[in-house]
T-cell receptor, first 110, second 114 residues
Framework: EDQVTQSPEALRLQEGESSSLNCSYTVSGLRGLFWYRQDPGKGPEFLFT???AGEEKEKERLKATLTKKESFLHITAPKPEDSATYLC???????????FGEGTQLTVNP | NAGVTQTPKFQVLKTGQSMTLQCAQD?????MYWYRQDPGMGLRLIYY???????DKGEVPNGYNVSRLNKREFSLRLESAAPSQTSVYFCASSLYRPPYNEQFFGPGTRLTVL
């Protein structure tokens, strides 16, 4: 059974204070690892897909990396508008279903 | 493009009532999904449709039924609502043609069952 564990559950940063969010996963065969951002009262918004260990993707202040057991979402010099819940999900090679972690709630204070 | 749309946005039901949640996508995606999101539980898959004409159970299918009406529309029905079905429901769709496997989500339906 696929498992996804995200840490920490919640993270408070000061504006400009860089940090990383962790996503550990167990899957029989990885088709892809996905990062989403979710704002309060809204649906998840797609950020990145990573397919193989060593892969990295960047978008503005966010950088996602992937190893064989975990993924990191690095946030460089965050701004208050980066405050959201960040969700990680894995997709097996055998199908289209995603298994989600519970998310990390990020708050960036001005 | 509107993306994924869901109706209604909010709904309050009494125990035992039935209702259908509607979802439509205009991205010509092959696959569609229904999730529920509860505090501390994350997003859990209820049912999905890998392609038009097929539906399969997800992690938490009990108490729900689905219909893939056509390629655009995928509905979720609660036949006899229970308080345990109080949740936020999200519909999603994906092209599901590698490497384009990412899912795109609708805005959600907030359901309360009294």
């Amino acid at each position: 059974e696929d498992q996804v564990t995200q840490s920490p559950e919640a993270l408070r940063l000061q504006e400009g204070e860089s940090s990383s969010l962790n996503c550990s996963y167990t899957v029989s065969g990885l088709r892809g690892l996905f990062w989403y951002r979710q704002d309060p009262g809204k649906g998840p918004e797609f950020l990145f897909t990573l397919y193989s260990a060593g892969e990295e993707k960047e978008k503005e202040r966010l950088k996602a990396t992937l190893t064989k057991k975990e993924s990191f979402l690095h946030i460089t010099a965050p701004k208050p508008e980066d405050s959201a819940t960040y969700l990680c999900a894995v997709q097996e090679t055998s199908g289209s279903r995603l298994t989600f972690g519970e998310g990390t709630q990020l708050t960036v204070n001005p | 493009n509107a993306g994924v749309t869901q109706t209604p946005k909010f709904q309050v039901l009494k125990t035992g009532q039935s209702m259908t949640l509607q979802c439509a996508q205009d991205m010509n995606h092959n696959s569609m999904y229904w999730y529920r999101q509860d505090p501390g539980m994350g997003l859990r898959l209820i049912y999905y449709s890998a392609s038009e004409g097929t539906t399969d159970k997800g992690e938490v299918p009990n108490g729900y039924n689905v219909s893939r009406l056509n390629k655009r529309e995928f509905s979720l029905r609660l036949e006899s609502a229970a308080p345990s079905q109080t949740s936020v429901y999200f519909c999603a769709s994906s092209l599901y043609r590698p490497p384009y496997n990412e899912q795109f989500f609708g805005p959600g339906t907030r359901l309360t069952v009294l």
